[in-house]
């Protein structure tokens, strides 16, 4: 089953519709037209050396990009982008929806201002 087209997502309360810009293979990306905000979303299939089992690496990553000022002399002169991502690294087979699930809930749950602001801050 495909996801929503556009996908919706919501930054600081205000929700942006991403359209579907490319598919190839496994992979997908969304695109407001500005193009101040990227999803894209991957899947890799994996046959690590010496393992008899397959394993499957999904990626989530939202790219943010907007125009930054120079530090020198304040004048905004350049795009940068902040990007932020999720992979789920699982075998093929032995983990059900229901444990990958309460694995990421607990991740977000974790993601609480106070560590985003340690994380910021190179702490760890």
Do not use: C, W
């Amino acid at each position: 089953m495909a996801l929503a087209d556009p996908l919706p997502i919501t930054v600081n309360v205000t929700t942006t519709n991403l359209p579907k810009v490319s598919t190839q293979g496994l992979s997908s990306v969304y695109q407001n037209a500005d193009e101040t905000l990227k999803e894209t979303i991957s899947h890799q299939i994996q046959q690590p050396k010496g393992s008899s089992g397959r394993r499957v690496r999904s990626l989530i990553r939202v790219d943010q990009r907007t125009v930054v000022a120079d530090p020198v002399s304040g004048v905004n002169s350049d795009f940068d982008t902040l990007s932020v991502q999720l992979v789920i690294e699982r075998p093929e087979y032995g983990f059900t929806v229901t444990q990958v699930d309460y694995l990421v809930q607990a991740l977000k749950a974790q993601l609480t201002t106070a560590i985003v602001t340690k994380l910021y801050g190179k702490e760890s």
